[in-house]
């Protein structure tokens, strides 16, 4: 017997015949296709699904900033991978409440920032533009991070065009919020020590970054 389903007749609108449905189980996904009366049933792939849903969702990233390593649609929206090669970056540093920040001038190694619009950005380190999944990165020695790379972002509004996130970023105030251990390996406990070495040169020492994991584990 096939299952339809009717408005109140006041309406005029036809009765509508129901011709598939989806049962999402705890381990399972189980289609039902209704045809002439007669129900078949079978099991179906999560993926299976999401692709059939697609192929009638039009997807395109559009034009990509310069340096953009990746795009996707990840489960809170459009996010983009986006690479700063090595560089000297002003930044801001508030050490107390109330008094004016402390002033750097800090060589960066290469970064990346998984960025999406209006929303802080995650940030790691690498020791050159990644050009596999397999590649090396390590933890920024920055502060305002946590140690898988989300931004402590305070009251800091973020853009929202991705393409502007790295420079907003350093343009925001650092502080010594969040978790800033194990960041270097000369100073493992205090990135402060690192920056106030770093002030004024112009390269940073690759030798000192400290391993986050493969690049695979922040695109997948």
């Given at each position: 017997m096939s299952y339809q389903w009717a408005l109140p007749e006041s309406l005029e609108?036809?009765?509508d015949k129901l011709r598939a449905r989806l049962d999402f189980y705890q381990n399972a996904t189980v289609l039902h296709l209704i045809e002439d009366g007669v129900i078949r049933t079978k099991m179906v792939s999560a993926r299976e699904v999401t692709l059939a849903l697609l192929s009638r969702v039009p997807l395109s990233s559009g034009l990509l900033p310069p340096n953009a390593l990746w795009w996707k649609q990840g489960k809170?929206?459009?996010e983009v991978g986006l690479w700063r090669g090595p560089r000297v970056w002003p930044v801001a540093l508030v050490t107390k409440p109330l008094e004016p920040p402390r002033r750097f001038r800090l060589p960066m190694p290469g970064l990346i920032f998984i960025c999406s619009p209006g929303r802080?950005?995650?940030?790691?380190a690498a020791k050159r533009r990644p050009r596999s999944p397999d590649e090396t990165i390590y933890h920024a020695p920055l502060f305002n991070l946590f140690h898988d790379g989300r931004t402590c972002a305070?009251?800091?509004?973020f853009p929202e065009n991705i393409e502007e996130t790295p420079e907003s970023f350093f343009r925001s105030f650092f502080s010594l919020e969040a978790a800033f251990e194990g960041r270097s390996r000369r100073h493992p406990d205090s990135l402060?020590?690192?920056w106030e070495e770093l002030d004024g040169k112009k390269r940073y020492p690759l030798g000192d970054l400290v391993t986050y994991g493969k690049l695979r584990e922040i695109v997948e």
């Open positions: 609108v036809p009765p809170e929206g459009v802080p950005p995650r940030v790691f305070g009251t800091h509004q402060l020590k690192l």
